[in-house]
């Protein structure tokens, strides 16, 4: 080999830790910054993305490789991380405290990762210091590659609707409320789009509110994709005068049925097709509300936006679409989320059905029972706790202290079920087992609706119920057909149960989805690493990576200048040696 091509072939692996194979890159380059906006009539500073609120759409396709250049220029740190996309070998990329150091303000770093074997509909959003509070989101579309069919006929458009509580107080604010132990109190509305609501009420709504209008064609069908984006409401959701058809959930196909109003939880991901059917030249109202509160009082909490027909000729008239009468009983509100199951004959990334994978026939190998509370005081600070312990994050990433061999970073010995035992704060830590299959109990005994999320895995939604969980519940399980996702919704006073089989080597995040429990220290990490690694399993740390904490003394310093020269450059030169490195490679 010519000595030119092996320095490039070294270059080349210092630029970046990934698998250069015929998958396409996707690049993308963010500003991250504070703008004053009023989507609510009261100018704010929110957290915009190259100057827009809410940032940017990422659109790739399966397999793909996503770079994403931050330039972090906030007041403080910062990290975004990816909901639903599991980051395959490469729990570096993820974007949490557990495994990533924030980037400073000011500083810039690049995220480089593969959507390996994924498809479907996420969202991205920053991970520190209650900033999604003040925006920083936007949506992540997965495509299929052309040659998997999708289990519907091809949409004639595609609509991303990001939907969520909002205050008018920002982050910063909010954050004071929490650490000085005030709950947050009702949301002053709910966004559509970063907007506030149409005026459908002329005494809720104040005039000169900007609201989203979205266009639309009679006779077309269209995939619209709807995120709540929020704090730590549950929202309700529906088009006047239309069925929605739910065809999709965070990344699976799911048995197509029609609803008319439909309950999104904080950090969930829905894909419906919504056919223009209306014979009548009118706008129609998109309404986001407030679920499983006293509707009567939180009446503005409540986001309207317009389904502009492209032949309308009259504005959106008459009352909101009403929601389903049951939120004073459990019972049946719980039959929606009941009633999502995987379309097992569909395919998903891979040409193979969905349910393929006979998950229901594998054994168990441990049991974790999460218990969720209502908050407590801890050391005289307003926390929240699983199993009694209330998270704090390690100085130094829990992945990065391992292979530096930093000692006492973080504890593996987090319990597998509650203890009674005084609440306490620690960094406590899950020593999941490579290639386990576990089954974990997310018993909420707090008062509120609740999300939990897990990073880096899917997992298969077998039960709910209310209650405490028993043993016993194990017969109710569907072993068959359940949904695969990575976020679900846990009543209070209920349970919910799921499955994961952990082949996803690294340090992964398991939380509540609700930012105020979330910030307060209800989250943990699982730790899985495989005793064989030869490299095969797990990426090493990319080249870029940041130090902290213990190991803060290895970060060096980057040169504002290099840093506001990337960008534009840094796609135009990345995108030369992957394809001069390509040309190679076919002529060899």
Known sequence: MAPWVSLFFIYL???????????????????????????????????????????????????????????????????????????????????????NCPIPPKWNYTYQFQVKDQIGSFFYSPSLNFQRASGGFGPFILNNRDIIPIPFPKPDGDIVILIGDWYTRNHTALRADLDSGKDLGMPDGVLINGKGPYRYNTTLVPDGINYESIQVDPGKTYRVRVHNVGISTSLNFRIQNHTM????????????????????????SYSFLVTMSQN????????????????????????????????????????????SADIYNSWSAMTQPR?????????????????????????????????????????????????????????????????????????????TKPLNRTPRVDTSVINATYKG??????????????????DGYSFWVVGMDFGNWTESDRSSYNKWDAISRS??????????????????????????????????????YMRII????????????????????????????????AISNLGGGFKVFFTLIVALFASIFTLS
């Open 13 to 99: 692996s210092l630029l970046s830790g990934l698998c250069f194979a015929a998958d396409p890159f996707v690049f993308y380059d963010f500003k991250v910054s504070y703008i004053t906006a009023s989507p609510l009539g009261v100018p704010q500073q929110v957290i915009a993305i190259n100057g827009n609120f809410p940032g940017p759409l990422i659109n790739a396709t399966t397999n793909n490789n996503v770079v994403v250049n931050v330039k972090n220029e906030l007041d403080e740190n910062l990290l975004l991380t990816w909901p639903g996309i599991q980051m395959r070998r490469d729990s570096w990329e993820d974007g949490v405290l557990g495994t």
């Open 245 to 268: 058809l739910l065809v999709e959930t965070e990344g699976y196909y799911t048995i197509q049925q029609n609803f008319s109003t439909f309950d999104i939880h904080v950090g969930q």
């Open 280 to 323: 009548i030249s009118s706008d129609f109202y998109i309404v986001a509300s407030a679920r499983f509160v006293n509707e009567s009082v939180w009446q503005r909490v409540t986001g309207v936006a317009i389904l502009h027909y492209s032949n309308s000729k009259r504005p959106a008239s008459g009352p909101l679409p009403d929601v």
């Open 339 to 415: 009633s999502i199951k995987l379309n097992t004959t569909a395919s998903g990334a891979r040409p193979n059905p969905q349910g393929s994978y006979h998950y229901g026939q594998i054994n168990v190998t441990d049991t974790y029972i999460l218990q969720s509370l209502p908050p407590v005081s801890i050391d005289g600070k307003f926390r929240t706790t699983f199993n009694g312990i209330s998270f704090v994050n390690p100085n130094t990433p829990i992945r990065l202290a391992d292979q530096k061999n930093v000692k006492g970073a973080y504890k593996l010995d987090f319990p």
């Open 437 to 454: 299959f576990i089954e974990v109990i997310l018993q909420n005994n707090d008062t509120k609706m609740q999300s939990f999320h897990m």
């Open 487 to 524: 976020t679900v919704e846990v009543y209070p006073g209920g349970w919910t149960a799921i499955l994961a089989s952990l082949d996803n080597v690294g340090v992964w995040n398991l939380r509540a989805e609700n930012l105020d429990r979330w910030y307060l220290g209800q989250e943990t």
């Open 530 to 561: 495989n005793p064989e690694e030869n490299g095969d399993t797990e990426f090493a740390a990319p080249s870029n990576v940041l130090y902290c904490g213990a190991l803060k003394s290895l970060q060096k310093d980057q040169p504002s200048a």
